[in-house]
């Protein structure tokens, strides 16, 4: 009833830190049977089909092939493993996709090219075109702090606080909003 690779993989303490979690590999007769990905799993553990174990079966853990650090407004910041020619919108997706206050018009990556450290910036449309590359930082900026549609009354009136703002509104209408 154990014959599933993630339960032997739970039995031996999982995979450690130099070894991936996106491409084991399950091997039968010298052949690879099946390559697991366990982000892949974890997103969509449905539809996702386990490899079973038969006896004289191999499981191959290699090493990780990179690893990027996803930071900012995004809904899990941290460390993710990559694999060659991935799409930075399913690593973001991997980092649960954005937050409500992610600035989407702009994310930024920090990596090293040609012995030297360098920053790119692009935008939504151009977020599969980026090449991602192991020891990046790619960074999701938050949207400003500014309010819109809203004005903040203080002081000396009856009623401080916040108000809709109306176009053609006068700072009286304000008062009177206020109480004076």
Do not use: C
């Amino acid at each position: 009833s154990i014959n599933s690779a993630f339960n032997i993989l739970a039995l031996a303490d999982g995979v450690t830190n130099s070894g991936t979690v996106r491409n084991i590999l399950i091997k039968r007769n010298g052949k690879v049977l099946k390559t697991l990905d366990l982000y892949e799993f974890l997103m969509s553990p449905s539809v996702y089909s386990s490899a079973y174990l038969q006896d004289g079966d191999f499981i191959v853990v290699t090493s990780k092939a990179g690893v990027i650090h996803i930071k900012g407004e995004v809904k899990r910041n941290g460390y993710y493993e990559i694999k060659e020619n991935e799409s930075v919108s399913s690593l973001i997706n991997y980092a649960g996709g954005f937050s409500a206050f992610a600035d989407k018009k702009s994310v930024n990556i920090i990596g090293a090219l040609n012995n030297k450290r360098v920053f790119r910036s692009f935008n939504l449309n151009d977020l599969d075109s980026q090449i991602i590359r192991d020891g990046d930082m790619l960074s999701v900026l938050k949207i400003s702090d500014l309010i819109y549609g809203m004005l903040e009354v203080k002081g000396a009136v009856n009623i401080p606080g916040q108000y809709k703002f109306v176009p053609g509104m006068k700072v009286t209408d304000l008062l009177n909003a206020s109480n004076g």
